[in-house]
């Protein structure tokens, strides 16, 4: 609570130093309380009714901000490949005081008070075999204001045989850096029915991006064990490296009228997910291509097989390319 206030009084505290023009300058960082977006629907799949069928799985990896509406009925959460630390895949569900349209739920209420949430669609469950799990990712704080102890993340199931939400999974505010996973068995005959649901939610402050958790690799499948939860994949954890030195972009005009910006390599930050060191997975690393205008200005087509077999398994590790001058 006291963060809260702090974040929130602190514009209002540098407004009346700016007005003094004896006092020291002072710089602070706070909490983000405002992300200013349009939701635009039309960029993700087309909406459907039908139930979804198994499995359902999403990593939340497409580039748009928004969840897919083939998978989840509403859209509050913030999709993105920034906010969280060493994701087990690049890409995260981010939980905050944000809604759709990127604005505080509520700009005065700094109080635990139920913030985003995210629903599945309705799932066919009515033919399962036999253990069904539902199992996912979360970090809580990663890159933005971390939870309190009085907040928490936690997990629904809805019943569509009785029309009602139950809590199956939760945790409180921690001070966790890195993701956890869970793995929750669907085992109630009212719950392995056609129209099953089940829903995240966080609680914090509706005032900001206070109160942050991140969500990723969430997989409902059946046929399952507790043992297989930790999956087997090569993935990329954070958005590719900038081109250029010490930018991320430059007007066009200005680009030859600079000193030498383009970088000589460029780094790569990915997992070996449950993947021994040694194994081969021939993945031909590097390859790439720099083209503008339909011209070609730099490639590289024959990569390296042997670049990625002695990384560790499931640390965050990086390997970097050579890049030829464009």
Not at 74 to 84: F, G, L, P
Not at 157 to 176: K, L
Not at 292 to 312: C, I, Q
């Given at each position: 609570?006291?963060?809260?206030?702090?974040?929130?009084?602190?514009?209002?505290?540098?407004?009346?130093?700016?007005?003094?023009?004896?006092?020291?300058?002072?710089?602070?960082l706070g909490s983000v309380t405002a992300r200013p977006q349009t939701y635009t629907p039309a960029k993700v799949k087309k909406k459907t009714t039908a139930s979804v069928a198994l499995p359902f799985f999403d990593d939340f990896s497409y580039d748009q901000n928004y969840p897919d509406t083939s998978l989840w009925e509403?859209?509050?959460?913030?999709?993105?490949?920034?906010?969280?630390i060493a994701p087990p895949t690049l890409g995260v569900a981010t939980f905050d005081g944000l809604n759709k349209d990127g604005l505080p739920y509520d700009i005065s209420r700094l109080s635990t008070d139920s913030a985003d949430v995210l629903t599945s669609r309705p799932i066919d469950l009515s033919n399962t075999i036999d253990s069904t799990y539902?199992?996912?990712?979360?970090?809580?704080?990663?890159?933005?204001?971390?939870?309190?102890?009085?907040?928490?993340?936690?997990?629904?199931?809805?019943?569509?045989?009785?029309?009602?939400?139950?809590?199956?999974?939760?945790?409180?505010?921690?001070?966790?850096?890195?993701?956890?996973?869970?793995?929750?068995?669907?085992?109630?005959?009212?719950?392995?029915?056609?129209?099953?649901?089940?829903?995240?939610?966080?609680?914090?402050?509706?005032?900001?991006?206070?109160?942050?958790?991140n969500l990723d690799y969430v997989r409902l499948d059946d046929q399952r064990t507790k043992k297989d939860g930790p999956f087997t994949e090569p993935a990329f954890t954070r958005p590719h490296a900038s081109l250029l030195k010490n930018f991320q972009s430059v007007p066009w005009f200005h680009y030859n009228t600079l000193a030498p910006i383009e970088n000589k390599s460029t780094l790569f930050h990915y997992y070996r997910r449950n993947i021994a060191p040694g194994q081969a997975l021939n993945l031909n690393l590097c390859i790439y291509q720099i083209s503008?205008?339909?011209?070609?200005?730099?490639?590289?087509?024959?990569?390296?097989?042997?670049?990625?077999?002695?990384?560790?398994?499931?640390v965050e590790t990086l390997f970097d390319c050579a890049i030829n001058s464009f």
């Open positions: 609570m006291k963060n809260r206030i702090f974040n929130s009084l602190l514009a209002i505290g540098l407004i009346f130093l700016s007005g003094n023009v004896l006092a020291q300058p002072v710089e602070e509403d859209a509050n959460v913030y999709i993105n490949q920034t906010y969280s539902l199992s996912f990712f979360w970090q809580a704080g990663g890159l933005g204001e971390r939870p309190e102890a009085i907040d928490s993340f936690n997990l629904k199931f809805y019943s569509p045989q009785t029309q009602t939400w139950s809590r199956v999974w939760g945790v409180f505010g921690v001070d966790s850096t890195g993701f956890k996973q869970v793995m929750i068995p669907v085992t109630k005959s009212q719950h392995l029915r056609d129209g099953f649901k089940f829903r995240f939610t966080a609680y914090g402050a509706q005032a900001g991006a206070f109160d942050t958790w503008a205008f339909g011209n070609v200005l730099a490639s590289n087509n024959t990569g390296d097989a042997t670049k990625d077999n002695s990384h560790n398994p499931n």
